[in-house]
């Protein structure tokens, strides 16, 4: 069953600023995709999202701090996070905003010092 890959997380000091990247298959990313995130504890939430096109919208609580992109040649999302706070540490994962495909493993990232 295909999967979103994402990848990039990982131990991050606070005002750090990793790159994630989420990985499928060309076909499937031409569409509106996101980044979601699952801190312990808490639902998934939507954290911004690109149209095919290009259009962005962010949650309010990352907005100004991170940046999702888009490579259609590479068949990736990207999502850039600076300022990294110790409340974004969470799970985050990536799909389609409007009809999701199955939930890959997601990538963990940690902010603490």
């Known amino acids: 069953q295909v999967q979103p890959v994402e990848s990039g997380g990982g131990l991050v000091q606070p005002g750090g600023s990793p790159r994630l990247s989420c990985a499928a298959s060309?076909?499937?990313?031409?569409?509106?995709w996101a980044w979601y995130r699952q801190a312990p504890g808490k639902q998934r939430e939507l954290v911004a999202s690109?149209?095919?096109?290009?259009?962005?919208n962010y949650a309010d609580s990352v907005k100004g701090r991170f940046t999702i992109s888009r490579d259609n040649a590479k068949n990736t999302v990207y999502l850039q996070m600076n300022s990294l706070k110790p409340e974004d540490t969470a799970v985050y994962f990536c799909?389609?905003?409007?009809?999701?495909?199955?939930w890959g493993q997601g990538t963990q990232v940690i902010v603490s010092s």
């Open positions: 060309g076909s499937i990313l031409s569409s509106t």
């Open positions: 690109i149209s095919s096109i290009g259009y962005t």
């Open positions: 799909n389609a905003l409007f009809r999701p495909i199955s």
